[in-house]
Protein backbone atom coordinates (compact mmCIF):
# COMPACT_ATOMS: atom_id res chain seq x y z
CA UNK A 1 0.00 0.00 0.00
CA UNK A 2 1.10 3.55 -0.59
CA UNK A 3 -0.76 6.10 -0.78
CA UNK A 4 1.66 9.05 -1.92
CA UNK A 5 1.73 10.63 1.63
CA UNK A 6 5.36 10.69 1.15
CA UNK A 7 5.13 14.22 -0.56
CA UNK A 8 4.95 16.51 2.66
CA UNK A 9 2.28 17.93 1.43
CA UNK A 10 1.54 21.11 3.70
CA UNK A 11 -2.04 22.68 2.75
CA UNK A 12 -4.24 24.76 5.00
CA UNK A 13 -8.46 24.16 4.31
CA UNK A 14 -9.58 27.54 4.14
CA UNK A 15 -12.95 27.14 1.71
CA UNK A 16 -16.31 27.25 3.26
CA UNK A 17 -19.31 28.56 1.26
CA UNK A 18 -20.93 31.60 2.84
CA UNK A 19 -24.11 29.56 2.21
CA UNK A 20 -23.18 27.02 4.61
CA UNK A 21 -22.05 29.51 7.21
CA UNK A 22 -25.15 31.24 7.12
CA UNK A 23 -27.08 28.72 9.64
CA UNK A 24 -23.66 28.27 11.59
CA UNK A 25 -24.04 31.40 12.40
CA UNK A 26 -27.40 31.44 13.29
CA UNK A 27 -26.51 29.94 16.71
CA UNK A 28 -23.87 32.37 17.87
CA UNK A 29 -20.81 34.43 17.01
CA UNK A 30 -18.31 32.97 14.13
CA UNK A 31 -15.52 30.93 15.27
CA UNK A 32 -12.47 30.45 12.96
CA UNK A 33 -10.86 26.58 12.38
CA UNK A 34 -7.34 26.58 10.74
CA UNK A 35 -6.38 23.20 9.53
CA UNK A 36 -3.10 22.58 8.68
CA UNK A 37 -2.70 18.86 5.98
CA UNK A 38 0.26 17.17 6.31
CA UNK A 39 0.64 13.92 3.53
CA UNK A 40 -1.81 12.25 1.18
CA UNK A 41 -4.72 13.30 -0.90
CA UNK A 42 -7.14 12.00 1.20
CA UNK A 43 -5.99 13.95 4.53
CA UNK A 44 -6.48 16.35 2.38
CA UNK A 45 -10.46 15.14 1.73
CA UNK A 46 -10.08 14.49 5.56
CA UNK A 47 -9.36 17.79 6.48
CA UNK A 48 -12.57 19.10 3.97
CA UNK A 49 -14.93 16.83 5.80
CA UNK A 50 -13.21 18.59 9.06
CA UNK A 51 -14.49 21.86 8.56
CA UNK A 52 -17.52 20.67 6.79
CA UNK A 53 -18.54 18.95 10.43
CA UNK A 54 -17.81 22.28 12.24
CA UNK A 55 -19.25 24.68 10.17
CA UNK A 56 -22.80 24.35 11.99
CA UNK A 57 -21.38 24.67 15.05
CA UNK A 58 -20.31 28.35 13.95
CA UNK A 59 -16.69 27.46 12.67
CA UNK A 60 -15.39 29.15 9.53
CA UNK A 61 -11.59 27.99 8.14
CA UNK A 62 -8.75 30.38 7.75
CA UNK A 63 -5.18 30.33 6.81
CA UNK A 64 -4.24 32.58 9.76
CA UNK A 65 -3.21 30.45 12.36
CA UNK A 66 -2.80 34.02 14.68
CA UNK A 67 -6.73 34.54 14.21
CA UNK A 68 -7.89 31.01 14.70
CA UNK A 69 -9.72 29.85 17.71
CA UNK A 70 -8.91 26.42 17.01
CA UNK A 71 -6.03 24.84 14.99
CA UNK A 72 -5.95 20.98 14.02
CA UNK A 73 -2.99 19.84 12.81
CA UNK A 74 -4.12 16.57 10.18
CA UNK A 75 -0.97 14.63 10.63
CA UNK A 76 1.12 11.68 8.32
CA UNK A 77 2.90 9.37 10.03
CA UNK A 78 4.30 7.61 7.06
CA UNK A 79 7.91 8.57 7.59
CA UNK A 80 9.83 9.98 11.14
CA UNK A 81 10.19 12.80 9.47
CA UNK A 82 6.82 13.85 9.12
CA UNK A 83 5.85 13.06 12.61
CA UNK A 84 8.55 15.40 13.85
CA UNK A 85 7.45 18.47 11.46
CA UNK A 86 4.35 18.18 13.50
CA UNK A 87 6.10 18.57 16.73
CA UNK A 88 7.74 20.98 15.40
CA UNK A 89 5.34 22.84 14.22
CA UNK A 90 3.24 22.65 17.83
CA UNK A 91 6.07 24.34 19.25
CA UNK A 92 5.23 27.46 16.88
CA UNK A 93 1.47 27.46 17.98
CA UNK A 94 2.27 27.03 21.01
CA UNK A 95 3.87 30.62 21.03
CA UNK A 96 1.04 31.97 19.10
CA UNK A 97 -1.46 30.45 21.91
CA UNK A 98 0.23 32.05 24.48
CA UNK A 99 0.45 35.50 22.45
CA UNK A 100 -3.65 35.33 22.34
CA UNK A 101 -3.86 34.35 25.70
CA UNK A 102 -2.16 37.63 26.59
CA UNK A 103 -4.84 39.43 25.00
CA UNK A 104 -7.58 37.62 26.27
CA UNK A 105 -8.03 35.38 23.40
CA UNK A 106 -8.85 31.44 23.58
CA UNK A 107 -7.07 28.97 21.34
CA UNK A 108 -7.91 25.07 21.46
CA UNK A 109 -5.42 22.92 19.79
CA UNK A 110 -5.98 19.29 18.11
CA UNK A 111 -3.79 16.78 16.78
CA UNK A 112 -5.67 14.77 14.15
CA UNK A 113 -4.97 12.00 11.25
CA UNK A 114 -2.37 9.33 11.69
CA UNK A 115 0.50 10.35 14.06
CA UNK A 116 -2.51 11.41 16.43
CA UNK A 117 -3.69 7.29 15.68
CA UNK A 118 -0.03 6.20 16.67
CA UNK A 119 1.04 8.01 19.43
CA UNK A 120 -2.09 9.14 21.04
CA UNK A 121 -1.57 10.20 24.50
CA UNK A 122 1.99 10.47 23.42
CA UNK A 123 1.26 13.78 21.79
CA UNK A 124 -0.26 15.43 25.08
CA UNK A 125 3.07 14.37 26.94
CA UNK A 126 5.23 15.80 24.53
CA UNK A 127 3.33 19.22 23.37
CA UNK A 128 0.55 19.75 26.85
CA UNK A 129 -0.87 22.27 24.81
CA UNK A 130 -2.62 20.13 22.74
CA UNK A 131 -6.14 20.12 23.91
CA UNK A 132 -7.85 17.10 21.52
CA UNK A 133 -6.45 14.21 19.68
CA UNK A 134 -8.46 12.76 17.12
CA UNK A 135 -7.49 9.69 15.44
CA UNK A 136 -8.83 9.27 11.46
CA UNK A 137 -11.71 7.39 11.70
CA UNK A 138 -13.04 9.38 14.83
CA UNK A 139 -13.53 13.50 13.11
CA UNK A 140 -16.71 13.25 12.89
CA UNK A 141 -16.90 13.25 16.32
CA UNK A 142 -15.29 16.68 16.33
CA UNK A 143 -18.34 18.78 17.93
CA UNK A 144 -18.54 16.40 20.71
CA UNK A 145 -15.14 16.13 21.32
CA UNK A 146 -14.58 19.91 21.27
CA UNK A 147 -17.34 20.31 24.01
CA UNK A 148 -15.11 17.83 26.24
CA UNK A 149 -12.09 19.54 25.85
CA UNK A 150 -13.62 22.68 26.41
CA UNK A 151 -14.93 21.47 29.91
CA UNK A 152 -11.16 20.96 31.09
CA UNK A 153 -10.79 17.43 29.95
CA UNK A 154 -7.67 15.86 27.44
CA UNK A 155 -9.48 14.16 24.60
CA UNK A 156 -7.71 11.59 23.41
CA UNK A 157 -9.91 9.39 20.76
CA UNK A 158 -8.73 6.86 18.70
CA UNK A 159 -10.87 4.40 18.29
CA UNK A 160 -11.94 2.42 14.93
CA UNK A 161 -14.89 2.81 13.85
CA UNK A 162 -14.93 3.57 10.46
CA UNK A 163 -18.66 2.76 9.31
CA UNK A 164 -19.98 5.14 11.63
CA UNK A 165 -17.60 7.79 9.90
CA UNK A 166 -18.93 7.11 6.45
CA UNK A 167 -22.67 6.89 7.47
CA UNK A 168 -21.98 10.62 9.80
CA UNK A 169 -20.91 11.82 7.04
CA UNK A 170 -23.29 10.53 4.58
CA UNK A 171 -26.38 11.66 6.75
CA UNK A 172 -24.32 15.34 7.13
CA UNK A 173 -23.66 15.56 3.63
CA UNK A 174 -27.52 15.32 2.71
CA UNK A 175 -27.96 18.71 4.53
CA UNK A 176 -25.03 21.23 2.82
CA UNK A 177 -23.89 21.36 -0.48
CA UNK A 178 -20.85 23.17 -0.40
CA UNK A 179 -19.24 25.01 -3.10
CA UNK A 180 -16.25 23.57 -4.47
CA UNK A 181 -13.18 24.01 -6.87
CA UNK A 182 -13.32 22.68 -10.24
CA UNK A 183 -11.64 19.33 -9.39
CA UNK A 184 -11.72 17.40 -5.68
CA UNK A 185 -11.44 13.96 -3.72
CA UNK A 186 -13.14 11.81 -2.75
CA UNK A 187 -12.82 8.63 -0.39
CA UNK A 188 -14.65 5.56 -1.67
CA UNK A 189 -12.04 3.04 0.51
CA UNK A 190 -9.39 3.25 3.76
CA UNK A 191 -7.42 1.00 5.27
CA UNK A 192 -5.30 -1.83 4.26
CA UNK A 193 -4.87 -5.36 4.25
CA UNK A 194 -1.13 -6.17 2.36
CA UNK A 195 0.63 -5.18 5.51
CA UNK A 196 3.68 -4.65 3.20
CA UNK A 197 6.59 -4.46 5.92
CA UNK A 198 7.96 -1.10 5.63
CA UNK A 199 4.61 0.48 5.84
CA UNK A 200 2.37 1.87 9.47
CA UNK A 201 -0.75 2.40 7.29
CA UNK A 202 -2.47 -1.01 8.32
CA UNK A 203 -1.75 0.65 12.07
CA UNK A 204 -2.92 3.87 11.58
CA UNK A 205 -5.80 3.58 9.26
CA UNK A 206 -6.76 0.24 10.23
CA UNK A 207 -8.07 -2.85 7.57
CA UNK A 208 -9.54 -2.29 4.22
CA UNK A 209 -13.07 -1.31 4.47
CA UNK A 210 -15.32 0.16 1.61
CA UNK A 211 -17.91 2.70 2.04
CA UNK A 212 -21.64 1.51 -0.37
CA UNK A 213 -21.68 2.48 -3.64
CA UNK A 214 -24.71 4.18 -2.46
CA UNK A 215 -22.81 6.75 -0.44
CA UNK A 216 -20.16 7.27 -3.17
CA UNK A 217 -23.08 8.03 -5.55
CA UNK A 218 -24.53 10.31 -3.61
CA UNK A 219 -21.61 12.30 -2.72
CA UNK A 220 -20.89 12.54 -6.26
CA UNK A 221 -23.77 13.92 -7.19
CA UNK A 222 -23.33 16.40 -4.74
CA UNK A 223 -19.68 17.35 -6.09
CA UNK A 224 -21.40 17.58 -9.19
CA UNK A 225 -24.31 20.34 -8.66
CA UNK A 226 -21.71 21.83 -6.42
CA UNK A 227 -19.48 22.89 -9.55
CA UNK A 228 -16.98 19.75 -9.60
CA UNK A 229 -15.88 18.48 -13.00
CA UNK A 230 -13.11 15.84 -12.11
CA UNK A 231 -13.40 13.79 -8.88
CA UNK A 232 -10.01 11.50 -8.11
CA UNK A 233 -11.53 8.69 -5.77
CA UNK A 234 -9.00 7.76 -3.23
CA UNK A 235 -8.02 4.63 -1.05
CA UNK A 236 -5.16 3.15 0.67
CA UNK A 237 -5.29 0.76 -1.36
CA UNK A 238 -8.20 2.36 -3.47
CA UNK A 239 -8.46 -0.36 -6.47
CA UNK A 240 -9.08 -3.32 -3.46
CA UNK A 241 -12.66 -1.29 -3.39
CA UNK A 242 -15.36 -4.05 -2.56
CA UNK A 243 -18.51 -1.37 -2.08
CA UNK A 244 -22.07 -2.77 -1.11
CA UNK A 245 -24.57 -1.61 -3.81
CA UNK A 246 -27.91 -1.21 -3.36
CA UNK A 247 -29.25 -4.64 -4.89
CA UNK A 248 -26.75 -6.16 -1.83
CA UNK A 249 -24.17 -7.46 -4.95
CA UNK A 250 -20.77 -6.51 -4.20
CA UNK A 251 -19.04 -4.23 -6.72
CA UNK A 252 -15.30 -3.40 -7.60
CA UNK A 253 -14.02 -0.25 -8.63
CA UNK A 254 -14.38 -1.11 -12.47
CA UNK A 255 -18.08 -1.16 -12.01
CA UNK A 256 -18.12 1.87 -9.68
CA UNK A 257 -16.37 3.99 -12.14
CA UNK A 258 -18.97 3.32 -14.80
CA UNK A 259 -21.18 4.19 -12.50
CA UNK A 260 -19.96 7.52 -11.71
CA UNK A 261 -19.13 8.08 -15.25
CA UNK A 262 -23.03 8.57 -16.10
CA UNK A 263 -23.17 11.19 -13.48
CA UNK A 264 -24.11 14.44 -15.65
CA UNK A 265 -21.92 17.29 -15.39
CA UNK A 266 -19.25 15.13 -13.65
CA UNK A 267 -16.54 14.88 -16.75
CA UNK A 268 -13.40 13.15 -15.46
CA UNK A 269 -12.88 10.61 -13.46
CA UNK A 270 -9.21 9.43 -11.87
CA UNK A 271 -8.69 6.86 -8.80
CA UNK A 272 -5.49 6.10 -6.24
CA UNK A 273 -3.51 4.90 -5.13
CA UNK A 274 -3.30 1.47 -6.18
CA UNK A 275 -1.88 -2.08 -5.72
CA UNK A 276 -0.73 -4.13 -8.79
CA UNK A 277 -1.82 -6.95 -7.23
CA UNK A 278 -5.96 -5.39 -7.18
CA UNK A 279 -5.62 -4.74 -10.85
CA UNK A 280 -8.36 -6.96 -12.08
CA UNK A 281 -9.88 -7.06 -15.99
CA UNK A 282 -12.76 -4.68 -15.65
CA UNK A 283 -10.80 -2.00 -14.14
CA UNK A 284 -8.52 -2.55 -16.49
CA UNK A 285 -10.91 -2.98 -18.95
CA UNK A 286 -12.74 0.41 -17.71
CA UNK A 287 -9.17 2.47 -19.35
CA UNK A 288 -10.10 0.79 -22.58
CA UNK A 289 -14.37 1.99 -22.13
CA UNK A 290 -14.64 4.87 -20.38
CA UNK A 291 -13.67 8.20 -21.76
CA UNK A 292 -14.21 10.14 -18.98
CA UNK A 293 -11.30 8.03 -16.83
CA UNK A 294 -8.17 9.58 -17.52
CA UNK A 295 -5.28 8.13 -19.15
CA UNK A 296 -2.84 8.52 -15.83
CA UNK A 297 -2.55 5.70 -13.59
CA UNK A 298 -0.27 5.48 -10.50
CA UNK A 299 1.18 2.07 -9.56
CA UNK A 300 3.60 1.79 -7.00
CA UNK A 301 6.26 -1.05 -7.47
CA UNK A 302 8.63 -0.09 -4.57
CA UNK A 303 11.81 -1.63 -5.97
CA UNK A 304 12.41 -3.55 -9.14
CA UNK A 305 14.09 -6.08 -7.17
CA UNK A 306 12.45 -9.57 -6.60
CA UNK A 307 14.16 -10.46 -3.19
CA UNK A 308 13.34 -6.89 -2.08
CA UNK A 309 10.02 -7.34 -3.16
CA UNK A 310 10.02 -10.32 -1.16
CA UNK A 311 11.00 -8.83 1.66
CA UNK A 312 8.65 -5.80 1.84
CA UNK A 313 5.66 -8.59 1.22
CA UNK A 314 4.55 -7.22 -1.94
CA UNK A 315 2.94 -10.12 -3.06
CA UNK A 316 3.91 -9.79 -6.81
CA UNK A 317 7.45 -10.34 -8.97
CA UNK A 318 9.16 -7.55 -11.31
CA UNK A 319 7.67 -9.94 -14.06
CA UNK A 320 4.11 -9.98 -12.70
CA UNK A 321 4.53 -6.10 -12.63
CA UNK A 322 5.54 -6.11 -16.08
CA UNK A 323 2.81 -8.18 -17.78
CA UNK A 324 0.38 -6.00 -15.59
CA UNK A 325 2.05 -2.76 -17.52
CA UNK A 326 2.14 -4.85 -20.90
CA UNK A 327 -1.98 -5.45 -20.36
CA UNK A 328 -2.50 -1.30 -18.98
CA UNK A 329 -1.26 -0.20 -22.25
CA UNK A 330 -2.58 -2.68 -24.56
CA UNK A 331 -6.20 -1.29 -23.50
CA UNK A 332 -4.57 2.45 -23.24
CA UNK A 333 -1.50 2.92 -25.24
CA UNK A 334 -0.96 7.07 -24.42
CA UNK A 335 -1.57 6.39 -20.52
CA UNK A 336 0.80 7.92 -18.31
CA UNK A 337 2.93 5.79 -15.36
CA UNK A 338 3.62 6.90 -12.67
CA UNK A 339 4.74 5.32 -9.46
CA UNK A 340 6.54 4.97 -5.73
CA UNK A 341 9.89 3.55 -4.57
CA UNK A 342 11.72 3.47 -1.71
CA UNK A 343 15.75 3.17 -2.08
CA UNK A 344 17.91 1.62 0.75
CA UNK A 345 15.33 -1.03 1.86
CA UNK A 346 16.87 -3.73 4.47
CA UNK A 347 19.23 -5.68 2.41
CA UNK A 348 19.31 -3.95 -0.98
CA UNK A 349 22.68 -4.52 -2.26
CA UNK A 350 24.10 -2.70 -5.26
CA UNK A 351 22.57 -5.12 -7.93
CA UNK A 352 19.47 -4.80 -6.06
CA UNK A 353 19.21 -1.23 -6.75
CA UNK A 354 20.27 -1.81 -10.49
CA UNK A 355 17.34 -4.22 -11.04
CA UNK A 356 15.18 -1.24 -9.78
CA UNK A 357 17.27 1.43 -12.19
CA UNK A 358 16.33 -1.45 -15.31
CA UNK A 359 12.99 -1.48 -14.20
CA UNK A 360 12.19 2.14 -14.54
CA UNK A 361 14.17 2.24 -17.58
CA UNK A 362 12.10 -0.49 -18.99
CA UNK A 363 8.58 0.69 -17.81
CA UNK A 364 9.24 4.30 -18.83
CA UNK A 365 7.36 6.40 -16.19
CA UNK A 366 5.63 10.20 -16.82
CA UNK A 367 6.38 10.64 -13.05
CA UNK A 368 7.13 8.98 -10.02
CA UNK A 369 7.79 9.35 -6.59
CA UNK A 370 10.79 8.33 -4.30
CA UNK A 371 12.23 7.97 -0.92
CA UNK A 372 14.60 6.40 1.38
CA UNK A 373 13.86 3.80 3.22
CA UNK A 374 12.42 5.52 7.13
CA UNK A 375 12.57 3.27 9.80
CA UNK A 376 9.15 2.85 11.36
CA UNK A 377 8.67 1.73 14.86
CA UNK A 378 5.91 -1.69 15.48
CA UNK A 379 6.90 -2.54 11.38
CA UNK A 380 8.64 -5.53 10.37
CA UNK A 381 11.27 -3.91 8.56
CA UNK A 382 12.38 -1.94 11.88
CA UNK A 383 13.82 -4.49 12.83
CA UNK A 384 15.74 -6.68 9.82
CA UNK A 385 18.97 -7.21 9.62
CA UNK A 386 21.17 -5.30 6.86
CA UNK A 387 19.91 -1.90 8.02
CA UNK A 388 21.66 0.21 4.57
CA UNK A 389 23.80 3.59 5.41
CA UNK A 390 22.43 6.82 5.12
CA UNK A 391 24.99 7.93 2.36
CA UNK A 392 24.25 5.05 0.29
CA UNK A 393 20.59 5.56 0.47
CA UNK A 394 21.14 9.68 -0.64
CA UNK A 395 23.17 8.31 -3.34
CA UNK A 396 21.07 5.93 -4.25
CA UNK A 397 17.98 8.05 -3.98
CA UNK A 398 19.76 10.80 -6.46
CA UNK A 399 20.90 8.51 -9.48
CA UNK A 400 17.16 7.10 -9.60
CA UNK A 401 15.74 10.64 -9.31
CA UNK A 402 17.76 12.12 -12.02
CA UNK A 403 16.80 8.49 -14.19
CA UNK A 404 13.01 9.51 -13.78
CA UNK A 405 13.52 13.13 -14.22
CA UNK A 406 14.64 12.22 -17.60
CA UNK A 407 11.61 10.35 -18.34
CA UNK A 408 9.33 12.80 -17.14
CA UNK A 409 11.32 15.63 -19.39
CA UNK A 410 10.41 13.02 -22.39
CA UNK A 411 7.37 12.03 -21.46
CA UNK A 412 6.45 16.20 -21.58
CA UNK A 413 8.13 16.64 -24.32
CA UNK A 414 5.85 14.23 -26.43
CA UNK A 415 3.08 16.54 -25.87
CA UNK A 416 4.77 19.72 -27.53
CA UNK A 417 2.45 20.10 -30.42
CA UNK A 418 -0.22 18.72 -29.67
CA UNK A 419 -4.46 19.58 -28.58
CA UNK A 420 -5.47 18.56 -25.51
CA UNK A 421 -8.31 18.93 -23.12
CA UNK A 422 -7.42 21.05 -19.92
CA UNK A 423 -9.60 21.49 -16.66
CA UNK A 424 -9.02 25.06 -15.87
CA UNK A 425 -8.88 25.54 -12.15
CA UNK A 426 -7.05 28.51 -10.83
CA UNK A 427 -5.00 31.75 -11.26
CA UNK A 428 -1.66 31.73 -11.57
CA UNK A 429 1.20 33.44 -10.44
CA UNK A 430 1.02 36.44 -13.78
CA UNK A 431 -1.61 38.74 -14.80
CA UNK A 432 -3.82 37.02 -17.26
CA UNK A 433 -2.52 33.83 -16.49
CA UNK A 434 -4.77 30.31 -15.64
CA UNK A 435 -3.71 27.23 -14.31
CA UNK A 436 -5.28 24.07 -15.34
CA UNK A 437 -4.65 20.17 -16.07
CA UNK A 438 -3.96 18.26 -18.69
CA UNK A 439 -5.53 14.41 -19.10
CA UNK A 440 -2.32 13.13 -17.96
CA UNK A 441 -2.36 15.04 -14.52
CA UNK A 442 0.22 17.69 -15.54
CA UNK A 443 -0.03 21.36 -14.59
CA UNK A 444 -0.69 23.39 -17.97
CA UNK A 445 -0.36 27.12 -17.36
CA UNK A 446 -1.83 29.48 -20.01
CA UNK A 447 -2.81 33.13 -20.61
CA UNK A 448 -7.20 32.95 -20.42
CA UNK A 449 -9.76 35.25 -18.79
CA UNK A 450 -10.64 34.52 -15.32
CA UNK A 451 -14.15 33.52 -16.22
CA UNK A 452 -12.75 30.39 -18.04
CA UNK A 453 -12.23 28.65 -14.61
CA UNK A 454 -14.16 25.53 -13.75
CA UNK A 455 -14.25 24.87 -17.71
CA UNK A 456 -12.34 22.39 -20.00
CA UNK A 457 -10.60 24.13 -22.87
CA UNK A 458 -9.17 22.83 -25.92
CA UNK A 459 -5.04 23.98 -25.49
CA UNK A 460 -2.64 23.07 -27.68
CA UNK A 461 1.17 22.79 -25.87
CA UNK A 462 3.53 25.34 -26.74
CA UNK A 463 6.48 24.41 -24.40
CA UNK A 464 7.63 22.33 -21.55
CA UNK A 465 8.95 22.79 -17.89
CA UNK A 466 10.33 20.41 -15.77
CA UNK A 467 7.05 19.26 -13.84
CA UNK A 468 4.33 21.43 -15.93
CA UNK A 469 2.85 22.29 -19.72
CA UNK A 470 2.68 25.62 -21.12
CA UNK A 471 -0.19 26.28 -23.78
CA UNK A 472 -2.19 28.07 -26.05
CA UNK A 473 -6.18 28.60 -26.02
CA UNK A 474 -7.99 27.21 -28.91
CA UNK A 475 -9.93 30.45 -29.57
CA UNK A 476 -13.75 29.78 -30.49
CA UNK A 477 -14.32 26.75 -28.46
CA UNK A 478 -17.10 25.99 -26.35
CA UNK A 479 -16.56 24.40 -23.02
CA UNK A 480 -15.49 20.68 -24.35
CA UNK A 481 -16.77 18.61 -21.31
CA UNK A 482 -16.94 15.06 -22.00
CA UNK A 483 -17.21 15.31 -25.33
CA UNK A 484 -14.04 16.74 -25.88
CA UNK A 485 -11.13 14.36 -26.78
CA UNK A 486 -7.93 13.20 -25.85
CA UNK A 487 -5.80 12.68 -28.74
CA UNK A 488 -2.82 10.52 -29.18
CA UNK A 489 0.65 11.87 -29.72
CA UNK A 490 2.06 12.19 -33.74
CA UNK A 491 3.94 9.29 -34.98
Not at 131 to 142: A, I
Not at 424 to 434: D, H, I, M, V
Amino acid sequence: MTSRPEQDMETNVTAVSAADMTDARKGGNTRKVFVRTYGCQMNVYDSERMTDVLAPEGFEATDDLEDADLVILNTCHIREKAAEKVYSELGRIRKVKEERAKSGKDMMVGVAGCVAQAEGEEISRRAPIVDLVVGPQSYHQLPSLLEKARAGSKVVETEFDIDAKFNHLSERAEKQVLKRPPSAFLTVQEGCDKFCTFCVVPYTRGAEVSRSVEQIVSEAERMAAAGVREVTLLGQNVNAYHGTSPDGAVWGLGRLLRRLAEIDGLDRLRYTTSHPRDMDDDLIEAHRDLKSLMPYLHLPVQSGSDKILKAMNRRHTRDEYFRLIDRIREVSPDIALSGDFIVGFPGESDQDFEDTMDLIRQVGYGSAFSFKYSSRPGTPGATMDEQVPEDVKSARLAALQALVAEQQKAFNASRLGMTCDVLLEKTGRNPGQLVGKSPWLQPVQLDAPEDLIGSIQAVEIVDIGSNSLFGRLIAGQDDLGRSGRIPAPAA
